[in-house]
Every structure is written in C-alpha cells, then in structure tokens.
C-alpha cells in the first residue's frame, strides 16, 4: 500500500536550473512532511520540512510547497548544482505517531555540468 | 565520531543463515528504527523501539525480529536468510521533544544474500 507516491523516479537538471520533485499523500491525518537527502554510501539526512499551517518553507535553495486540498507537496532546489546530486525522498508522519514516517519511493537527481 | 553506527557495514550470506545487524548511538535518543532500501521502493519500516520495553513491528516485519538490549543498541536479526531480503539495511534514532519529528540515520548496511 504506497501511502506517498513520488515522481520522478529520476531527473536530470542542467547546472542552474530548477529541480522539481513531487510527492502525493492519501492520508489526511499527515500533518508532517520532510524531505530526506541521501548521497551515495551515506544514510538520508533531513533536508527540510513543513507542515500543512503554512503553504511554503524556503531554506536557501530549497523551498517546499504545500497544496493540503490537493493532498501533494513538491521539493523545489533553485540553481541546482552538481553537489546537489543526490537520492531525494519525501515523506509524511503524523503528530503523535511516535516520529514513524511513510517514505516515498525516491528520486535520483543528477545535476550536470 | 558518528553518532548513529551500524556493523557490519557490508554483509555477504548465504540462504537459511542466521544473521544479525547491530545499531549504536550515541545521541541518547530514546527512538530507534529499522528501515530497508530497495531501488525504487524507497524506505520501508521494518521494526520501531519507543524505548527498550516498547518494540512494535513495521510495514514489513515478516522474516525479521529486533532486540533493544539498552538505549543506545538495537539489533535487527533474520533468522533465516533469503535472497529477497538482500537490500541496504538502515538504523534510525529520534527523540521527542527536540527537532521533534527528525530522524537521523546510521550510514547503512548492504546485505546480500546469496
């Protein structure tokens, strides 16, 4: 049962461009939604968050958008560049569910020079 | 040093062996967790640990069992390996109550079973 559906499965971006991620939930009780980095060999890291009392976070280049009546949320990276390469993951948790998130599938992202 | 450690961190084994996969941490989180990785799967939950006296099963709990010897430890064990649990194991810690929701993750480990 995917409970966080991701796309796409893999994207490349020229250096500067904007990366776009998408990620659709069906489960209204989410009230938490992070997006992981993980870079080769290593485990994911947080990227950054949000949660669904505001629409938009930015964090440097990295700006999540929320749509709450349409249930998706995107992960925007400005200016991508080839440090930026990495397997990115959204996920969804709820408050009070003991930190459990639902991951999505993830996407491969390639900056090129 | 690392904060969330994993051993081993490659692992090659054959079917129907016993294996067991350690987790450490020094961040004094009371929350652990065991994912696996699969190529577009992404992240699933295996096993989660409130605290050592609290273990609840994940998505995908079947073929494996968990122990929480101490705060800081948590082992995940396949009794008996089969080639479809070959996948990038991962341990994750968090603690309520600071960066809430955030889980921090060990470096992983690649299991293959053969």
């Known amino acids: 049962q995917q409970q966080v559906k991701q796309s796409p499965q893999s994207l490349i971006v020229q250096k500067g461009g904007i990366s776009i991620i998408n990620c659709a939930y069906e489960?209204?009780?989410?009230?938490?939604f992070p997006w992981y980095q993980q870079f080769p060999g290593k485990g994911p890291a947080l990227l950054i968050a949000?949660?669904?009392?505001?629409s938009e976070k930015k964090e440097g280049r990295f700006t999540i958008s929320f749509n709450k009546s349409a249930k998706q949320f995107s992960l925007h990276i400005m200016d991508s560049q080839p440090g930026d390469s990495a397997t990115y993951f959204c996920?969804?948790?709820?408050?009070?569910?003991?930190?459990?998130?639902?991951f999505g599938t993830g996407t491969q992202l390639k900056v090129e020079l | 040093d690392a904060d969330v450690t994993q051993t081993p961190r490659n692992r090659i084994t054959k079917t129907g062996k016993r294996i067991m996969l350690e987790c450490s941490q020094t961040?004094?989180?009371?929350?652990m967790y065991w994912y696996r990785q699969d190529p577009g799967l992404g992240l699933r939950l295996i096993y989660y640990?409130?605290?050592?006296?609290?273990?609840n099963k994940g998505e995908i709990s079947d073929g494996y069992s968990v122990s929480r010897q101490a705060q800081a430890k948590f082992s995940l064990s396949l009794e008996s390996a089969i080639p479809n649990q070959t996948a990038l194991y991962f341990c994750?810690?968090?603690?309520?109550?600071?960066?809430?929701?955030?889980?921090?993750f060990g470096p992983g480990t690649r299991l293959t079973v053969l």
């Open positions: 994750a810690t968090s603690q309520p109550g600071t960066d809430t929701d955030t889980q921090y």
């Open positions: 489960n209204t009780a989410f009230d938490y």
């Open positions: 949000i949660r669904p009392d505001v």
């Open positions: 996920a969804a948790g709820r408050t009070g569910g003991g930190n459990k998130l639902t």
């Open positions: 961040k004094g989180h009371d929350r």
């Open positions: 640990s409130f605290d050592v006296k609290d273990i």
